[in-house]
C-alpha cells in the first residue's frame, strides 16, 4: 500500500489535518504524521495534535506522496522549512507524488512544484500572489499531474478522497467513499 507523510506544523488547520490522515487511513494507506519537531502540535483551533514522529526521523524514510495541511500560521511554518522544500524537490525529481490544501499550495509554489500546472487554494493565497506559469483555478480540487491541490476545510474530504484515487485508483476511493455514506 501507499506510504504518505503528513508534516504537521504549528498553527495548522486541524480539520485538514485530521481527515486526510483518517482518510487515508480508511484506504489502509501507510500514514506518518510528523512535527517540525518533538513537540506536541497545537493547531489554529487550539485542538492537540501528537505525530507520529519527528520530521527529522520521517525523512529518513521513503514515501510515496507528501501531503500538506493548511491554516495558518501552520502553511508559514511549514513554507519556512527547508527540509519541506528539500523534500519535495525531492519528491516531484523522483516522479512521486505532493498534494497541499488551502494556504499550503504555496509552499509547493515556492518549491517550484506548480511551474507549468494548474492548482487552487484558499481564496487570496495562489491568487495574490503573481506567480508564472501557474494557473489558478479556484476550484475545489486541482490534480494537475503528480499534484494535488485543495481550497480549504470545506473541501478536505473531496482532497484526501482525490489522494485515494491518485495513489490506489477509482476502485479504492469507490469502497473509502461508499463506507462514509455520503449519499
Do not use: W
Amino acid at each position: 500500500m501507499p506510504k504518505v507523510l503528513v508534516p504537521l506544523a504549528q498553527g495548522c488547520e486541524e480539520m485538514e489535518a485530521v481527515t486526510i490522515i483518517d482518510i487515508l487511513r480508511r484506504a489502509e494507506f501507510t500514514v506518518v504524521t510528523a512535527g517540525l519537531d518533538a513537540q506536541p502540535v497545537r493547531a489554529s483551533r487550539g485542538t492537540v495534535l501528537l505525530p507520529d514522529m519527528p520530521l527529522d526521523k520521517a525523512l529518513e524514510q521513503d514515501f510515496d506522496m507528501v501531503v500538506l495541511p493548511g491554516g495558518l500560521p501552520g502553511s508559514d511554518h511549514l513554507d519556512a522549512d527547508r527540509r519541506i522544500h528539500g523534500l519535495l524537490v525531492k519528491m516531484a525529481n523522483s516522479g512521486k507524488f505532493a498534494g497541499a490544501i488551502c494556504a499550503a499550495p504555496k509552499v509547493l509554489a515556492r518549491a517550484g512544484l506548480l511551474e507549468g500546472k494548474k492548482a487552487t487554494s484558499y481564496p487570496g493565497v495562489l491568487d495574490q500572489m503573481a506567480l508564472n506559469n501557474v494557473t489558478y483555478t479556484g476550484e475545489a480540487v486541482v490534480r494537475d499531474g503528480n499534484i494535488v491541490t485543495s481550497r480549504g476545510p470545506g473541501t478536505a474530504l473531496d482532497f484526501a478522497l482525490t489522494i485515494v484515487e491518485m495513489l490506489a485508483g477509482k476502485s479504492a476511493r469507490d469502497k473509502v467513499e461508499k463506507a462514509l455514506v455520503r449519499e
